[in-house]
């Protein structure tokens, strides 16, 4: 799920659409210290469990070494003409990753993350 921005509001549906990727399971999603993430009317699905990374510690968050492949590899020194093109150029990256693996465990399996899940 790509949106052009995050706030309180699309948060619980994007917590809804990533619970409903995996109904049988249950999900631990890490989160920073942003403000819809913490919003008093967030609702949380019965297959998730939110858990807060410590403040000021964006080296722990798996997702910030995905963005920064992304950035590295795909958006670097690219003038994109609109929103749109950048929406297109993360979706065929996050969709290039998806397909592999290796790549993608290589960035977030964090062994304090690896040990807890067995």
């Known amino acids: 799920m790509i949106l052009p921005w995050v706030d309180a509001k699309l948060m619980s549906p994007f917590l809804a659409h990533s619970s409903a990727q995996f109904p049988n399971e249950h999900?631990?999603?890490?989160?920073?210290?942003?403000?819809?993430?913490?919003a008093n009317d967030l609702v949380?699905?019965?297959?998730?469990?939110?858990v807060s990374l410590p403040p000021c510690s964006p080296e722990l968050n798996p997702a910030e070494h995905v963005w920064e492949y992304i950035r590295e590899n795909d958006i670097r020194n690219k003038v994109l003409p609109d929103l749109d093109r950048?929406?297109?150029?993360?979706e065929t990256s996050l969709r290039r990753l998806h397909e592999?693996?290796?790549?993608l465990?290589?960035?977030v399996?964090?062994?304090?993350i690896t040990r807890s899940a067995a």
């Open 109 to 112: 399996a964090f062994p304090w």
């Open 27 to 38: 999900c631990v999603m890490l989160l920073d210290g942003a403000g819809w993430h913490k």
């Open 100 to 103: 592999s693996p290796e790549v």
């Open 86 to 90: 950048v929406m297109d150029l993360v």
């Open 44 to 50: 949380v699905p019965a297959n998730m469990t939110l």
């Open 105 to 107: 465990h290589s960035m």
